[in-house]
């Protein structure tokens, strides 16, 4: 039973660690680019300044210098996302943010639990919100996919997800070699089904327990 236990143990402790760093990988990515973009806008802003000495700053040079100062503190802050997620508001609010900045259209609708305290809920928001982001990127990836709804249920069990897209099905499996989703959702104990609900409409479930991650 200890051996058995060790190994369960090594198992989720494994499983967190890679998805922390898949949530810091995807930050990263998106601070890197966003800091790229802030940087050239304002050494854009900057030349036409200098070709033009001794005229007065607009408004609007100022506003974009304070927006553009605010969007890097924002993306800095990113990289605090794999403690947010772990709590159930942080979890929430970030995966909304995601979805609408993936998919601007797209309905999101949740029902959270009474209690948001339960033992394994935080390595279980960790481990979800990494699998979420990367169904995101890769529907997005397509161009020819987009998501229409995303419906997230906590329970005292644990967590529910229906994702309902459009598009022709993925095929998840073969996606990606070295960890294909169903396969990390199924290692975790967890459920993936996904099945067509209309011509080029999917429905994705996820389902996963609390107790598979204590």
């Known amino acids: 039973m200890k051996v058995i236990r060790s190994q369960r143990e090594l198992l989720l402790q494994n499983r967190m660690l890679s998805s922390r760093q898949a949530i810091l990988d995807h930050c990263i990515e998106e601070v890197i680019k966003e800091v790229y973009e802030n940087t050239a806008q304002l050494l854009s802003l900057a030349r036409i300044q200098l070709l033009q000495p001794g005229a007065p700053q607009d408004q609007k040079s100022g506003e974009l210098?304070?927006?553009?100062?605010?969007?890097?503190?924002r993306h800095c802050q990113q990289l605090q996302w794999p403690l947010a997620?772990?709590?159930?508001?942080?979890?929430?609010?970030?995966?909304q943010q995601e979805l609408h900045r993936?998919?601007?259209a797209a309905c999101f609708q949740e029902h959270p639990a009474q209690s948001t305290h339960r033992k394994g809920s935080k390595e279980l928001r960790l481990f979800?919100?990494?699998?979420?982001?990367?169904?995101?990127r890769q529907l997005h990836r397509t161009r020819k996919n987009a998501i229409d709804s995303l419906l997230m249920?906590?329970?005292?069990a644990g967590i529910h997800v229906q994702v309902l897209?459009?598009?022709?099905?993925?095929?998840?499996?073969?996606?990606?070699?070295?960890?294909?989703?169903?396969?990390?959702i199924?290692?975790?104990g967890?459920?993936?089904?996904?099945?067509?609900?209309?011509?080029e409409n999917n429905q994705l479930l996820i389902h996963l327990n609390y107790n598979r991650f204590v």
């Open 65 to 73: 210098i304070g927006q553009a100062i605010r969007d890097l503190r």
């Open 85 to 95: 997620v772990q709590e159930a508001q942080g979890f929430r609010d970030l995966l």
């Open 102 to 104: 993936y998919f601007p």
């Open 128 to 136: 979800l919100f990494s699998i979420l982001l990367k169904i995101f």
């Open 153 to 156: 249920e906590e329970d005292n």
């Open 165 to 184: 897209y459009k598009g022709k099905p993925l095929h998840w499996e073969h996606l990606s070699a070295s960890s294909p989703l169903p396969g990390l």
């Open 186 to 188: 199924k290692q975790a």
């Open 190 to 199: 967890g459920l993936w089904q996904q099945e067509p609900i209309g011509p």
